[in-house]
């Protein structure tokens, strides 16, 4: 078949034919129709380097036939055809055959040519063509301007979850980088959303709009629009893998809370991603840690410059990812940074808070070089470490408990202000400048906002006590004594037998809530 027909096969050909259109044609034009379709066959097999044979009785793919044969009426050597010729293999999503008919050896791409095609991978999340076309030579700091991430953007489909969540906090319904960065701002809370702001804001690399760390922003970019597969590529090519992975954890956890009931199965799926993101962290983490141990608690450690100076501890204890917190690097940063220089047990540390003498004799720290530490050296190392500040706050709080309801229950004078309630008020006052510097400068939740209410309710009952409300009074102090109470949960939760299982009450109580949540 590779001039003219034989009448034998066009007989078969006209059979055939008739047999896959004629249904589908008028009786009165059936004759017609089929010699022209016979002559349109006629002249195609005049154009033998056209063909491809194509056996349907195989289990060959037929796309890939198809492809093959549209790549071949584009074939040539100039631009405008192999700009074609990739459309098509993208739009079909075919990295084998770009990588072997588009992508050869002998044809040379200049730059900034492939930038349209890479910028239609990233919007199609098509991560593999975009891994194909970084290999050729793409440089990601010159394709990702400030105007290509905005394009990004605008060309997310409108039927995406992500513009409802935007509607929702910020009112807007277009998603550029302005309304981005309000989106995260609103998103996430205090302590960590300058980490996302500052990747809108940070310097760009001789003022030509180019982004100094590119990869970061896509990976901001995948995240939000919940792209996986882009996700994870990016934090492959990007820095600080740790970190970054644990960022991404974060972001995830953000929106899953933002999301509505209705988007239950939006949430399960974002959930979803933010395991496998804390899991890549913390495989990562665990592989470096037994290598070298020093090198894998610096890296939990390291305040980040490429996430606004925070640790990859810190977003990861905002995160909630005790998958990550429990691993072996994180568990010796904590232990590290909890008992600073002390090697003795915290049973050692309490006593040395009643019994000072015991820090000098029986307390063990670790050693400077060869030396021991002087005695003002362990009076420095203990008083400064953590474990003795909690313990000694613990004790404080413990005594200031006792004599709060010694006042409460013997001690309160209807007619006038005690000496003990004066000592009281201003212990409270005390505590409550320590929650002013709480609120500016951490996060603060529902348990930090019960507690400073708490506080004010107690000066403002001193304050009716001297206007002459007792009885006002007693009632409010009864409240903060419950209050003050229940704030001893706080020291439980760091002992090791009855933190997890304080834990796991608090979990037992929000699915009973969910549940019950369900019903109605």
Same mark, same amino acid.
């Given at each position: 078949?590779?001039?003219?027909?034989?009448?034998?096969?066009?007989?078969?050909?006209?059979?055939?034919?008739?047999?896959?259109?004629?249904?589908?044609?008028?009786?009165?034009?059936?004759?017609?129709?089929?010699?022209?379709?016979?002559?349109?066959?006629?002249?195609?097999?005049?154009?033998?380097?056209?063909?491809?044979?194509?056996?349907?009785?195989?289990?060959?793919?037929?796309?890939?036939?198809?492809?093959?044969?549209?790549?071949?009426?584009?074939?040539?050597?100039?631009?405008?055809?192999?700009?074609?010729?990739?459309?098509?293999?993208?739009?079909?999503?075919?990295?084998?055959?770009?990588?072997?008919?588009?992508?050869?050896?002998?044809?040379?791409?200049?730059?900034?040519?492939?930038?349209?095609?890479?910028?239609?991978?990233?919007?199609?999340?098509?991560?593999?063509?975009?891994?194909?076309?970084?290999?050729?030579?793409?440089?990601?700091?010159?394709?990702?301007?400030?105007?290509?991430?905005?394009?990004?953007?605008?060309?997310?489909?409108?039927?995406?979850?992500?513009?409802?969540?935007?509607?929702?906090?910020?009112?807007?319904?277009?998603?550029?980088?302005?309304?981005?960065?309000?989106?995260?701002?609103?998103?996430?809370?205090?302590?960590?959303?300058?980490?996302?702001?500052?990747?809108?804001?940070?310097?760009?690399?001789?003022?030509?709009?180019?982004?100094?760390?590119?990869?970061?922003?896509?990976?901001?970019?995948?995240?939000?629009?919940?792209?996986?597969?882009?996700?994870?590529?990016?934090?492959?090519?990007?820095?600080?893998?740790?970190?970054?992975?644990?960022?991404?954890?974060?972001?995830?956890?953000?929106?899953?809370?933002?999301?509505?009931?209705?988007?239950?199965?939006?949430?399960?799926?974002?959930?979803?991603?933010?395991?496998?993101?804390?899991?890549?962290?913390?495989?990562?983490?665990?592989?470096?840690?037994?290598?070298?141990?020093?090198?894998?608690?610096?890296?939990?450690?390291?305040?980040?410059?490429?996430?606004?100076?925070?640790?990859?501890?810190?977003?990861?204890?905002?995160?909630?990812?005790?998958?990550?917190?429990?691993?072996?690097?994180?568990?010796?940063?904590?232990?590290?940074?909890?008992?600073?220089?002390?090697?003795?047990?915290?049973?050692?540390?309490?006593?040395?808070?009643?019994?000072?003498?015991?820090?000098?004799?029986?307390?063990?720290?670790?050693?400077?070089?060869?030396?021991?530490?002087?005695?003002?050296?362990?009076?420095?190392?203990?008083?400064?470490?953590?474990?003795?500040?909690?313990?000694?706050?613990?004790?404080?709080?413990?005594?200031?408990?006792?004599?709060?309801?010694?006042? *409460? =229950?013997?001690?309160?004078?209807?007619?006038? /202000? #005690?000496?003990?309630? &004066?000592?009281?008020?201003?212990? $409270? !006052?005390?505590?409550?400048?320590?929650?002013?510097?709480?609120?500016?400068?951490?996060?603060?939740?529902?348990?930090?906002?019960?507690?400073?209410?708490?506080?004010?309710?107690?000066?403002?009952?001193? *304050? =009716?006590?001297?206007?002459?409300?007792?009885? /006002? #009074?007693?009632?409010? &102090?009864?409240?903060?004594?419950? $209050? !003050?109470?229940?704030?001893?949960?706080?020291?439980?939760?760091?002992?090791?037998?009855?933190?997890?299982?304080?834990?796991?009450?608090?979990?037992?109580?929000?699915?009973?809530?969910?549940?019950?949540?369900?019903?109605?």
């Amino acid at each position: 078949m590779v001039g003219e027909i034989s009448d034998k096969h066009l007989k078969k050909l006209r059979e055939k034919i008739v047999t896959a259109f004629a249904k589908s044609w008028e009786e009165a034009e059936v004759q017609e129709r089929t010699d022209s379709t016979l002559e349109s066959v006629q002249k195609c097999c005049q154009n033998p380097d056209l063909l491809t044979m194509f056996n349907m009785n195989k289990h060959d793919e037929l796309d890939l036939a198809i492809l093959s044969v549209l790549l071949k009426s584009h074939s040539g050597a100039n631009k405008c055809q192999r700009d074609q010729q990739l459309k098509l293999a993208l739009m079909w999503n075919r990295v084998d055959i770009a990588r072997e008919e588009i992508f050869r050896e002998d044809v040379l791409w200049e730059q900034g040519s492939l930038d349209e095609m890479l910028t239609e991978a990233i919007v199609s999340d098509k991560v593999a063509f975009m891994r194909l076309i970084l290999e050729q030579g793409v440089i990601i700091t010159e394709f990702l301007t400030d105007v290509r991430l905005q394009t990004l953007y605008s060309k997310v489909e409108k039927t995406h979850p992500i513009y409802k969540l935007l509607l929702k906090l910020t009112g807007q319904t277009k998603l550029s980088l302005e309304n981005v960065a309000r989106f995260l701002a609103i998103l996430l809370d205090r302590v960590d959303k300058d980490i996302f702001l500052r990747a809108f804001e940070e310097e760009l690399s001789n003022n030509d709009d180019k982004f100094a760390r590119p990869y970061q922003q896509l990976l901001i970019y995948a995240a939000l629009l919940q792209r996986q597969e882009l996700a994870k590529f990016c934090w492959e090519m990007g820095d600080e893998p740790v970190i970054s992975a644990i960022v991404v954890t974060r972001l995830y956890s953000a929106l899953a809370r933002k999301m509505t009931r209705d988007e239950s199965s939006v949430r399960e799926t974002v959930e979803v991603y933010k395991v496998e993101f804390e899991t890549l962290a913390t495989s990562v983490l665990n592989e470096c840690y037994e290598r070298d141990q020093e090198h894998a608690i610096l890296i939990v450690e390291r305040k980040s410059p490429v996430w606004n100076g925070l640790s990859a501890l810190q977003i990861a204890s905002v995160s909630d990812d005790q998958m990550f917190i429990a691993s072996g690097a994180c568990q010796s940063s904590i232990e590290s940074t909890w008992k600073q220089g002390i090697l003795s047990s915290w049973e050692k540390v309490f006593m040395a808070m009643i019994c000072p003498i015991l820090i000098v004799c029986k307390m063990e720290f670790v050693n400077v070089g060869q030396k021991p530490l002087t005695w003002y050296q362990r009076l420095a190392t203990f008083y400064s470490s953590p474990i003795s500040k909690f313990y000694h706050g613990m004790l404080m709080y413990l005594v200031f408990l006792g004599i709060f309801s010694y006042l *409460v =229950l013997l001690d309160f004078d209807p007619d006038r /202000v #005690t000496v003990l309630e &004066y000592v009281c008020i201003v212990w $409270v !006052f005390t505590m409550t400048v320590d929650q002013i510097h709480v609120v500016c400068s951490d996060w603060y939740g529902f348990v930090g906002c019960m507690e400073a209410v708490n506080l004010l309710l107690c000066i403002l009952g001193f *304050v =009716l006590h001297h206007l002459g409300y007792p009885s /006002v #009074t007693k009632v409010l &102090y009864c409240l903060n004594s419950v $209050v !003050f109470i229940a704030k001893i949960n706080k020291f439980y939760r760091t002992s090791s037998n009855v933190g997890p299982k304080m834990v796991m009450v608090r979990r037992m109580v929000s699915q009973a809530r969910k549940t019950y949540a369900s019903f109605w």
